[in-house]
């Protein structure tokens, strides 16, 4: 079976399944995956899974807009 990403305009990954087809919600876009990133510390950018850096410290949250870490 194929593996789905789908993920807000943003590059957040809001789920994963796994099926015959493609098939993202209102608001969503997918694509075909089957990498082997952690899917927990990844984000898309120009259709491609890419993991996160480092998370430097408990208090710091990823900005998707920037696609860097900034303090919480």
């Not at 789905?4 to 209102?26: A, D, H, Q, W």
């Not at 480092?54 to 870490?69: A, G, L, N």
């Amino acid at each position: 079976m194929k593996q789905f990403v789908y993920y807000k305009p943003s590059g957040e990954i809001t789920r994963r399944t796994v099926g015959l087809e493609l098939n993202p919600e209102e608001g969503e876009c997918g694509l075909p995956y089957d990498g082997n990133v952690d899917l927990s510390q990844a984000y898309v950018d120009n259709g491609v899974v890419v993991p996160m850096p480092p998370r430097p410290s408990r208090w710091h949250k990823f900005d998707y807009s920037t696609k860097q870490w900034v303090p919480d």
